[in-house]
């Protein structure tokens, strides 16, 4: 038996790198962001019959498989021009709202706490989800775990397994919940809910009671002039699973809301040498380079992207706390990018309750689970909301509904051109001319894009298990002068 | 009284359309079809972290199945590893999950059942980022040498 030690961190390829070039002063002249990305999508679908789409789509990326499946699931009805039925569609949501649960969950506490429980200049050795956990309790993080499992359960039941889901099928569902089954996510939903609202009380306790952690999301170095993305219902409510793109201006002003069909009118894609992903940009507006403001068609789809574009919550206790977070940030829209973590327990609230209600649906237990197809298949787009930002699927056939061409735009890359902007303002103000910066103020740096929850777990598949990030700093000569690994 | 039953998981980590990505899932069905012992659940997962742990209470010993790339690593080459060999990145800050292996930690810390030790069979690939249903030339080429390798590996773990 071979046994051998490998330090995964210098050896695993294909991690994120974040480039600082430094000027002859020591400060900071450009950042750039750089993941890698998966090709062959489109060709991969190609000659398949849709409807395996939305079962193919779940294995792109095992953190966003519901958003992948619902996206899909939807454009395949797009294809064959049917709309599923009502108890179908309750189903899809309910699931989906388990999905935003489990997600959310993982990373306020996972990801978003180290940085304000632990510290943001605290020990990286401490600066974890461990640490969060010796500062609030063993008790907190069996909570954690508890909800998020409830929500996976949920998941798994509706969706047939819990990451590999096979529940969306061409105008329905591919299974329906019986009572005793509706009764047990009732029970869950609520206790997810109880959940959320305390997860909001530690925000409070610990973010929003700290003096220095509100001055840093308020006056600290993240704040973004951007438009805002997110998907609304008919009343301009939230809305994770259905409803038009709606974007927002710097001021909060309508700049446009599409429904998923048009969504090539009014959003264009921009190559850049340096990235394998690309830029998207209102198209409206035009690409005038990575620079804030009215004139720039860079935009955020973040949390906070979508309650900025929105008018609302469609829930009572995250409408509350809607208005609460406006309220104390300034009101609507907010330009604070770390305002993201306060937004996403928002939605978690919202998700929670949206749960709940659709449990107690009298619907939900329906057994109209399909719409029949009786149309020829062409060309379909779906729209969600991705836990990371709005996913659009546009799929192409032939009339017996065989794959021609596919497009995706991932959550993430909605975000690639604001994260890298966020992190070249923090670098900026963060690494003073002629002091090497520390380890806390590199994760002072990281935080700017750790808000952002951006997903490249399609990339982190081989071990360790997830994916390392490299920072470099070159000399003004282009020479790396040093180089720290996470 | 007898003592309880040990359960053993053997989890095959990757994603089954992303070309050599594919490793350890498919090595985790042909053990399956070779090895059947009713300590054993067999699970494939395109995941990590939190739900890795999840996915691991309730089992006293647990065996990962995944890709590697190393820096001159020679494709098709196996390596059998425990998370000893992983201890300098056990507190690695991630970018949007935690490790494994952290994820174990934090299980141990909550006093959740999870395996004292986990076992990984690592396997060297070339490609990972292209959607494909089939493995690299390289890969494929080693492709029943590795499996043979992995399955006496198996059955030795199962006998410990």
Same mark, same amino acid.
Request: overall charge negative.
């Given at each position: ?486 | ?11 095959? $980590? ?10 350890? =899932?498919?090595? /985790?069905? *042909? %053990? ?30 647990? $065996? ?10 020679? =494709?098709?080459? /196996?390596? *059998? %590893? ?79």
């Amino acid at each position: 038996m071979k046994r051998i030690t490998i330090d995964p961190i210098t050896r695993l390829e294909g991690h994120g790198k974040i480039e600082i070039f430094l000027n002859d002063a020591g400060g900071v002249d450009n950042v750039y962001f750089q993941i890698p990305e998966l090709r062959g999508f489109e060709t991969f679908c190609e000659g398949r019959p849709v409807e395996e789409l939305p079962q193919i789509v779940t294995k792109i990326c095992g953190v966003c498989p519901g958003c992948h499946h619902m996206a899909s699931g939807k454009a395949v009805d797009a294809v064959f021009g049917v709309q599923p039925t009502p108890t179908a569609r309750k189903l899809r949501e309910l699931f989906y709202a388990a999905h935003y649960v489990h997600s959310h969950i993982a990373h306020f506490y996972a990801l978003a706490a180290p940085d304000f429980v632990v510290g943001p200049t605290a020990d990286p050795a401490k600066r974890n989800v461990i640490g969060v956990i010796e500062a609030v309790g063993a008790a907190v993080g069996t909570e954690v775990l508890k909800h998020r499992r409830y929500a996976q359960e949920i998941q798994k039941l509706l969706g047939g397994h819990q990451t590999h889901v096979v529940m969306n099928l061409p105008g329905g569902v591919s299974r329906g919940l019986n009572e005793e089954e509706r009764k047990g996510i009732e029970e869950k939903a609520k206790s997810c809910l109880e959940f959320a609202k305390f997860s909001i009380k530690i925000f409070n306790d610990v973010v929003l009671a700290n003096k220095t952690y509100v001055d840093i999301i308020l006056n600290g170095p993240y704040s973004l002039n951007l438009y805002s993305m997110g998907l609304v219902d008919e009343n301009n409510l939230v809305n994770f699973y259905d409803g038009k793109v709606r974007v927002v201006d710097q001021e909060g002003k309508e700049h446009c809301k599409y429904a998923p069909n048009e969504y090539r009118d009014w959003i264009e894609e921009r190559v850049e040498p340096w990235s394998y992903l690309k830029f998207p940009y209102l198209k409206q507006i035009g690409w005038k380079g990575f620079v804030e403001g009215p004139d720039s068609g860079v935009y955020q789809a973040t949390p906070l992207g979508r309650l900025n574009a929105s008018d609302g919550m469609a829930t009572p206790l995250a409408q509350e706390e809607y208005e609460r977070m406006y309220a104390t940030l300034g009101g609507s829209p907010v330009h604070a990018t770390l305002a993201m973590h306060w937004a996403r327990l928002v939605e978690l609230l919202y998700a929670a309750e949206h749960l709940l209600a659709l449990s107690q649906d009298e619907e939900i237990c329906g057994d109209d689970l399909r719409t029949p197809l009786t149309n020829t298949p062409r060309e379909g787009v779906g729209i969600v909301e991705a836990q990371r930002g709005t996913l659009t699927h546009h799929y192409w056939t032939d009339s017996n509904g065989i794959v021609e061409k596919a497009n995706i735009i991932v959550g993430t890359t909605n975000n690639h051109a604001a994260i890298c902007m966020s992190l070249k303002k923090a670098a900026q103000a963060l690494i003073k001319e002629g002091t090497p910066p520390d380890q806390g103020v590199l994760n002072m740096v990281e935080m700017a894009f750790r808000a952002y929850d951006p997903c490249f777990s399609c990339a982190t598949h081989s071990l360790p298990g997830h994916m390392p990030l490299e920072v470099n700093f070159h000399a003004p000569d282009g020479d790396i002068v040093r180089s720290v690994r996470r | 009284m007898a003592a309880p039953a040990e359960r053993i998981l053997v989890l095959g $980590l990757g994603n089954e359309v992303l070309t050599d990505d594919a490793i350890g =899932p498919r090595l /985790v069905r *042909w %053990l399956e079809s070779q090895c059947p012992d009713a300590r054993v659940d067999y699970e494939v997962a395109a995941t990590g972290g939190l739900t890795i742990l999840e996915m691991a209470e309730g089992y006293q010993r647990a $065996l990962f199945v995944d890709a590697i790339k190393t820096r001159g690593g020679v =494709p098709g080459d /196996v390596y *059998w %590893l425990t998370d000893e060999s992983f201890d300098n990145a056990l507190h690695l800050t991630s970018v949007h999950d935690i490790s494994f292996l952290q994820a174990f930690e934090l299980g141990r810390a909550l006093n959740l059942q999870v395996p004292d030790k986990v076992h990984v069979v690592a396997v060297e690939i070339v490609e990972d980022l292209v959607f494909s249903n089939e493995f690299s030339p390289p890969v494929a080429a080693r492709w029943e040498e590795i499996r043979e390798k992995v399955t006496d590996w198996f059955r030795e773990f199962l006998l410990a």
